[in-house]
């Protein structure tokens, strides 16, 4: 039997959380709030060096728990300690925490009104390899169907420090789905995040392109392409998927008689169903084409292959709004 800690050097955690300098705005968010005063706790579910955790666990050991591989438990777990006055944070990946603990989230988060904060990292098919168990293209659909329950995707480290920083007056559970830590950087530090608004970059004659989460950046990058070739394609970030901000769909869709959403998602009951519904409701009669994982179990590769097969990368996504626009 080996005695004494593990050596440092034993695993790769450390190493790998380094090149994901991204989560750790997901710490820096926590201390932040700690600091300020507000009764903030965290917890994971054995993956404190996968969603940088461990730099809060650090700082305020006294505020972390480690729940091991018992997810179900540590959301549960979490909404007993709200109900004590505290503002827990639990992660793990979203895989998990969307899917295999939705009865927990609905009954002992959102039901009671516990102001949890689930962040669900790791989204979409970013965990690419380890296979379809991992992959998480269905949990926007599952926590937006649940009442009372804020579902939030940023772009980036950036916005998600600020959307954990707006948290801190938000009454009601929030579902953060965050991404792997590797996303390219869209915000500055210190930008500002409300819930319920979205951030418009641009709004174009021709197209708009709704997108959330890692798509935004690839957005950017193809309209930034395609308006230097001439045509007119707007950007919308819409971060806040729940409560969603009607106003500027229907802004983009006064503007624009097509548009284009794109999410690291399936195209069922995601972020472009919850455009379709506001179009539908309001009968703005736009062409809209909702484009992520078209109803199928992703494949199994690296995160980049997978990104450019699907075509939510900035070439694959300028691809896909040519075909709408010239359609």
């Not at 709200?82 to 959102?110: H, W, Y």
């Not at 559970?173 to 819930?195: A, L, Q, W």
């Not at 979205?198 to 392109?209: D, K, P, Q, T």
Request: hydrophobic share 45%; aromatic share 8%; net charge negative.
């Amino acid at each position: 039997m080996m005695s004494g800690p593990l050596s440092p050097n034993s695993w790769h955690y450390r190493e790998l959380n380094a090149r994901n300098p991204g989560l750790s705005y997901l710490s820096d968010g926590l201390i932040e709030l700690a600091e300020a005063g507000h009764p903030v706790v965290a917890g994971s579910a054995d993956l404190q060096y996968s969603n940088g955790l461990n730099k809060f666990a650090k700082a305020y050991p006294d505020r972390y728990i480690q729940f091991g591989i018992s997810e179900q438990n540590m959301v549960t777990a979490a909404a007993g300690l709200a109900t004590c006055g505290l503002k827990p944070f639990v992660a793990t990946f979203a895989s998990f925490l969307g899917l295999l603990c939705c009865e927990q989230i609905r009954m002992d988060v959102a039901y009671s009104a516990q102001p949890v904060r689930l962040i669900g990292h790791h989204t979409g098919i970013s965990l690419g390899f380890y296979g379809t168990s991992h992959h998480a293209t269905e949990d926007i659909a599952t926590m937006r169907s649940i009442a009372d329950l804020a579902v939030v995707s940023p772009a980036d480290g950036p916005q998600l420090q600020a959307a954990i920083r707006a948290s801190a007056d938000y009454e009601l559970p929030i579902y953060f789905r965050i991404s792997r830590g590797r996303d390219p950087i869209v915000y500055e530090d210190g930008v500002t995040f409300e819930f319920g608004k979205a951030v418009v970059h641009s709004i174009g004659e021709e197209l708009n392109i709704i997108a959330c989460g890692m798509a935004v950046h690839g957005a950017l990058e193809a309209a930034k392409k395609l308006n230097a070739a001439g045509r007119s394609v707007g950007v919308i970030d819409m971060a806040s998927i729940k409560p969603l901000d009607r106003e500027a769909i229907l802004r983009a869709a006064g503007s624009a008689k097509k548009m284009l959403t794109v999410e690291e998602h399936n195209v069922i009951g995601g972020l472009g169903a919850a455009v379709a519904e506001v179009l539908a409701d309001e009968g703005a009669g736009v062409k809209l084409r909702r484009h992520g994982i078209y109803d199928e179990y992703s494949l199994i590769a690296p995160p980049t292959h997978l990104y450019a097969h699907y075509k939510l990368d900035a070439a694959g996504i300028e691809d896909v709004a040519l075909g709408v626009m010239n359609g």
